[in-house]
């Protein structure tokens, strides 16, 4: 059920237009995230869905109600549609139940301590309940302001880079356990992300933002096996590109897929004795795996990408490798 829409959203600043038509629906449960570059909108068009700015053109929906012009309310913003900034803003010189109490001032005090108790639990922090904020790690101050963003029981969360300056393994556990939350309580989450990783290992479904248009929109499975140009597949991962005549003298037993240019994600890129001879041209460690560049024999102005997960291929050798053609996606220059 969707619980929040945009409908043509539009925003400019001094002349220039930062969000154009931007049209899609978040629904109850569903972990939702919005990809692009630096400076491709993804702020602003969270502060508006937010209640926090105001589009110039286009609406905003909440459960089938528009939302109102924040420069129309004494205070903008909705009790429903909860907004984690980037920089947590809690409130320093507390400890972390106080900060979740700060929420809960307007209601009873047995429903507060029962309220806390129960975001504690949630976000895996109720070890930390008299630590101070100042004391708390980036991962633990991630924790208390998602707690502090659910004290109201909102029907919509908004997580602006959630996990930007997270070490890997602590943005591991944050990742489980924010789908944990949204499939517990119902409540639909929305997050902004320029890795996509992330985004691709949390999101239910994934949107993709381009200076200010949204270019794709679908699971994140979907969207990995179909790019369907440089602009998104620039965001998920390291790829190679092939003309159908390429392919063709790469692969002279197959005919190749219908179209003109082809992608190819590194790690499709297959270790294969009976595949085509290609000479190593550059090894790069890469903690699990190497990344290896490489020239096919046929076609040495080629230089594609493979990762090497044995990690016993050196520079200058001579290797052969596949391509599966179940795995090229058809992909237009932007």
């Known amino acids: 059920m969707s619980i929040l829409s945009a409908h043509s959203v539009g925003k400019n600043y001094d002349g220039r237009a930062v969000l154009q038509g931007i049209s899609f629906e978040i629904h109850k449960g569903e972990v939702c995230a919005l990809i692009g570059r630096s400076g491709s909108g993804k702020t602003t068009l969270i502060r508006i869905l937010a209640g926090l700015l105001a589009p110039d053109t286009g609406e905003v929906w909440l459960e089938g109600e528009k939302l109102e ?179 063709g003298t790469l692969l002279p037993d197959i005919t190749p897929p219908a179209g003109h240019r082809f992608g190819l994600w590194a790690e499709d890129l297959k270790l294969n004795t009976k595949g085509f001879a290609a000479t190593i041209q550059k090894v790069v460690f890469g903690g699990p795996y190497n990344k290896v560049v490489l020239s096919p024999h046929s076609l040495p102005h080629l230089h594609l990408w493979a990762l090497d997960h044995s990690k016993q291929i050196t520079p200058k050798t001579q290797a052969c490798f596949s391509i599966t053609v179940d795995y090229l996606f058809p992909v237009n220059f932007v």
Do not use: W
Request: hydrophobic letters at 40%.
């Open 69 to 247: 012009n924040p420069d129309d309310q004494l205070v903008p913003g909705y009790e429903e549609i909860r907004l984690v900034h980037q920089d947590f803003q809690l409130k320093h010189r507390m400890s972390v139940k106080e900060n979740i109490r700060y929420e809960l001032l307007s209601y009873v005090p047995d429903y507060q301590q029962e309220r806390i108790a129960d975001l504690m639990k949630l976000c895996r922090i109720e070890h930390l309940q008299d630590k101070d904020i100042s004391l708390l790690s980036g991962g633990e101050k991630q924790r208390v302001a998602i707690a502090r963003g659910m004290a109201t029981e909102p029907d919509v969360l908004l997580l602006d880079e959630p996990f930007s300056n997270l070490d890997i393994n602590t943005k591991a556990i944050l990742l489980e356990e924010v789908k944990e939350i949204a499939s517990s309580t119902d409540t639909a989450i929305f997050l902004i992300t320029h890795d996509a990783r992330d985004a691709m290992e949390i999101a239910d479904r994934l949107l993709v933002l381009d200076s200010g248009h949204l270019i794709k929109t679908g699971t994140p499975a979907s969207i990995y096996h179909a790019p369907a140009d440089t602009r998104v597949a620039d965001l998920l991962g390291l790829y190679n590109t092939f003309t159908r005549e390429e392919l």
